[in-house]
T-cell receptor, first 115, second 118 residues
Framework: DAGVIQSPRHEVTEMGQEVTLRCKPISGHNSLFWYRQTMMRGLELLIYFNNNVPIDDSGMPEDRFSAKMPNASFSTLKIQPSEPRDSAVYFC?????????????FGAGSRLTVL | AQTVTQSQPEMSVQEAETVTLSCTYDTSESDYYLFWYKQPPSRQMILVIRQEAYKQQNATENRFSVNFQKAAKSFSLKISDSQLGDAAMYFCAYSANAGGTSYGKLTFGQGTILTVHP
C-alpha cells in the first residue's frame, strides 16, 4: 500500500495565482480530509468528504478555497486567487469508516508558499 | 464543540529516560476515540497510539502508553526508554465514534515539541 499520496510536495507561487493541490487516498478508504497546518493556528480541518460527497466544509476559510472529489481515488484543493496568508502545509488524510476503526492516515503534506 | 488542550508547548528528556506529555479534552459525547500523533521534522503525521473511550484499560504500544482518565477528561502519553528518534512534535487528537453527532472530525491540540538529549 502506497499510503496517501499528495502532490506537489512544495509549491512556491506569487500572490494572485491559482494553486491546485492533489491527493490520492488509500484504496478502499471512503472518507477524505483536508487539513491546514500553520504556526499560528495549528492543525485545522478545512473540509471532509464521505463517499466522495462533501460532508462538512465549515473550515474552508473563504470563497477563494474550493475542494472537489470527483471519484474515490482523487481529490483536489484549489485556491484562487492565492494570498500570502495562505502559506501553510496542507495535509490530506483518508480513513475507512467503520465502527471501531476511526484512524486517519495522513499524506506527507504539501508546503505552499505564496509570495 | 470539542476542544483539545495541550498545556506543554515544549518538553525535554534525556535519552533512556521517561517523559509524560499531557492532554485534556472537552466533549459531551460518550463514545469517542483519543489519539496521539507524532510529527517529526519530515512533517509526516504518524499515529503513535489510540484509545477507545469505552475501554477502561489504558492502551500501550511498545514504549508508548497512555493514562486515560475519562472522568477527568485527561489523556497523557508516557514514553519510556526515550530514544533520539522520538524527538518530534506530538499532537493529541479527539474524534467522536460513528453515530456521534460530531463523527468525522479529528480535532487536534496545539502540539508539544519533544526534545531528546543524548
Amino acid at each position: 500500500d502506497a499510503g496517501v499520496i499528495q502532490s506537489p510536495r512544495h509549491e512556491v507561487t506569487e500572490m494572485g495565482q491559482e494553486v491546485t493541490l492533489r491527493c490520492k487516498p488509500i484504496s478502499g478508504h471512503n472518507s477524505l480530509f483536508w487539513y491546514r497546518q500553520t504556526m499560528m493556528r495549528g492543525l485545522e480541518l478545512l473540509i471532509y468528504f464521505n463517499n466522495n460527497v462533501p460532508i462538512d466544509d465549515s473550515g474552508m476559510p473563504e470563497d477563494r478555497f474550493s475542494a472537489k472529489m470527483p471519484n474515490a481515488s482523487f481529490s483536489t484543493l484549489k485556491i484562487q486567487p492565492s494570498e500570502p496568508r495562505d502559506s501553510a502545509v496542507y495535509f490530506c488524510a483518508s480513513r475507512l469508516d467503520r465502527y471501531g476503526a476511526n484512524v486517519l492516515t495522513f499524506g506527507a503534506g504539501s508546503r505552499l508558499t505564496v509570495l | 464543540a470539542q476542544t483539545v488542550t495541550q498545556s506543554q508547548p515544549e518538553m525535554s528528556v534525556q535519552e533512556a529516560e521517561t517523559v509524560t506529555l499531557s492532554c485534556t479534552y472537552d466533549t459531551s459525547e460518550s463514545d469517542y476515540y483519543l489519539f496521539w500523533y507524532k510529527q517529526p521534522p519530515s512533517r509526516q503525521m504518524i499515529l503513535v497510539i489510540r484509545q477507545e473511550a469505552y475501554k477502561q484499560q489504558n492502551a500501550t504500544e511498545n514504549r508508548f502508553s497512555v493514562n486515560f482518565q475519562k472522568a477527568a477528561k485527561s489523556f497523557s502519553l508516557k514514553i519510556s526508554d526515550s530514544q533520539l528518534g522520538d524527538a518530534a512534535m506530538y499532537f493529541c487528537a479527539y474524534s467522536a465514534n460513528a453515530g456521534g453527532t460530531s463523527y468525522g472530525k479529528l480535532t487536534f491540540g496545539q502540539g508539544t515539541i519533544l526534545t531528546v538529549h543524548p
